[in-house]
């Protein structure tokens, strides 16, 4: 008696890779139907609300179908793709298993009752008794008949064969009473399902092939994918020319740009923002020329070399003094506890524009950093979000942020709060201009820094120091010092 080589069909689901997120977008495949895959190997990238995140499979096996394209969005929980697993892995045939069973085998005794079948077709009961077919009177018996299921190699239960699909072709199988299970007769009648694997299976629902009106070729009266191609080509009639959609805009005057991923969780985010916490903006205009001084000496500074040194690294450190100073900026709101939260801590956020959109990564702890550590965490927090690595964790808890549009030539701006957060501060362009500098005009480089609040938390007295303190350290940067 010929062993079965035991496999199966795994699907990887969709997972959950950020908090509570409910779906992603599915960026590039790596592997192809018929790639062989390994425990952890990197098998698609995908984009949440919140980054880009490569996706590990949990399993060896070979990829047997993509169930999505690249640019779909897919729903948390829902299978992406399937990789059939164990030792048959890989081969395109199905193990040669005698069509019927001798009584011999069929004595043997099976662990729990349950009698191993043929690839693809799950497990059968050994009930003494199966359900019998419609229209065929029952044969009375001690017993309740039994009910088989068995899988259809997708994780779906479906009726056993004979109950529903042999439904009145009794004149065809015989006797309509039970039969001993693993008899010659039963195992007669499973011999009515066609023998095919998995994918075949698969393959045939899609082309909505019927594989009991499939002459199989394969071994054993196996049914193989030539076979279900065949049977599909004659029904496949010439399609007429499709007619084409007329868009509902002018192609050639219009772009029409899907919002989702990135862009479509900053915009929920800052809409909520906008219209949950009462945004209050001040504005002040300082010199900060020495503190541009500063900056081109710590260049040279060889506790520094091979840092990203700044004017933005000394901006953040002299925010994170005036937080020191006015450790209730550093807090936020809880709507459901009616509770202001002051944080001991400051995870440091700035915006990054990347190709996809918006984002806010943080620096955790930032307030215990030394300006070394403060220049290398801000260095690699921007390159990996350029790269579009930035992962989920490293956006989430942030409690104040900057954000630089003085790169971009603006002068300022009002910024929109990050979600549970009490402040953000705007940088504007650092440009010459003239301003009076010891009785007399000169021309020096100023800056325009923009405080946005959240009116119900912090007040303007705290609002004004905390930025007048800022301000202060830039247009003074021996203040770090002295203050910190």
Known sequence: ?????????????????????????????????????????????????????????????????????????????????????????????????????????????????????????????????????????????????????????????????????????????????GREAGGPAQSAERAERPLAKPPVRKLAKDLGVDLATVTPTGPDGVVTREDVHKAAAPAVAPSAPATPAVPAYDAGRETRIPVKGVRKATAAAMVGSAFTAPHVTEFVTVDVTRTLKLVEELKRDKDLAGLRVNPLLLIAKALLVAVKRNPEINASWDEAAQEIVLKHYVNLGIAAATPRGLIVPNIKDAQAKTLPELASDLGELVTTARDGKTAPAAMQGGTVTITNVGVFGIDTGTPILNPGESAILAIGAIKPQPWVHKGKVKPRQVTTLALSFDHRLVDGELGSKFLADIAAILEQPKKLITWA
Request: glycine share 12%.
């Open 1 to 177: 008696m010929t062993t079965m080589t035991e496999s199966a069909v795994r699907e990887f689901k969709m997972p959950d890779v950020g908090e509570g997120l409910t779906e992603a977008e599915i960026l590039k495949w790596y592997v192809q139907p018929g790639d062989v895959v390994s425990d952890g190997q990197v098998v698609c990238e995908v984009e949440t609300a919140k980054a880009a995140v490569e996706l590990p499979i949990p399993y060896d096996g070979v990829v047997r179908e993509l169930r999505f394209a690249e640019g779909a969005t897919v729903d948390v929980g829902v299978a992406i793709i399937s990789v059939e697993v164990g030792a048959a892995a890989g081969e395109e045939g199905v193990p040669e298993v005698p069509a019927q069973a001798s009584a011999s085998a069929a004595e043997e005794p099976k662990p729990e009752g349950r009698q191993p079948v043929l690839v693809g077709y799950g497990v059968a009961a050994s009930s003494t008794k199966r359900r019998p077919r419609k229209g065929v009177a029952e044969v009375p018996t001690a017993a309740a008949p039994a009910v088989q299921a068995e899988l259809n190699g997708h994780g779906y239960a479906e009726p056993a064969p004979g109950v529903e699909e042999r439904a009145g072709s009794a004149g065809r199988t015989g006797s309509a009473g």
